[in-house]
């Protein structure tokens, strides 16, 4: 289980998260909702260990984090398997080529496997982000604004691919601030507000 005991980050005098407690089971799907600058992007960042904390701790308990932040996440003079292969390797998981056939497909990306990713759309971009998470090994995927981009088809192809992800040793966490149009496939929706977490099903 990844646990959180009274987690405090602030940046400057923006007391970003204040005293949060919370554990993460295995095998769900959770969203993270909150306002623009409630400090979702933060909390992952933190669970991620990208972020250094103020005070508190984050146990991981062995398990492993996947972190696709907001950003690309790529690596841009790179194709997409090219990027992929790096990123499986970082991750101690061996290159799937059947796998990596089967979600391309599934995200419909076969037109962009030979552009580099700098030149791919901001959806295409996301796509690939999704594509990344289901080739590669992990316990807790952590993902910000999985669904920023993307067209109506695209959105649901994410919200198909992240329900299938979870498993008995595998939780999906994920921030949005357009949850209504995600709490079918959550599990436990948790709301920042003013710096804490609170469950609001």
Known sequence: MLSVKKLYKSFGSNHVLKNLSIDFPLGKIIMIIGNNGSGKSTLLNCLSQTTEIDRGSINKNGFKTFFLSD??????????????????????????????????????????????????????LQKNKMLMALCTNWNYLLLDEPFSNLDDDSINTQKHLINKLKSANRTVIFSTHNHHLFKEIADEIYLIQSGSMQNAI
């Open 71 to 124: 950003k690309d996440n790529v690596i841009g003079n790179l194709t997409i398997q090219e990027n992929i292969k790096i990123i499986t390797s970082l991750y101690n998981t061996d290159f799937n080529n059947d796998i990596f056939n089967k979600y391309v497909n599934q995200l419909n990306l076969n037109e962009q496997l030979d552009k580099q990713l700098k030149n791919l759309s901001r959806g295409n």
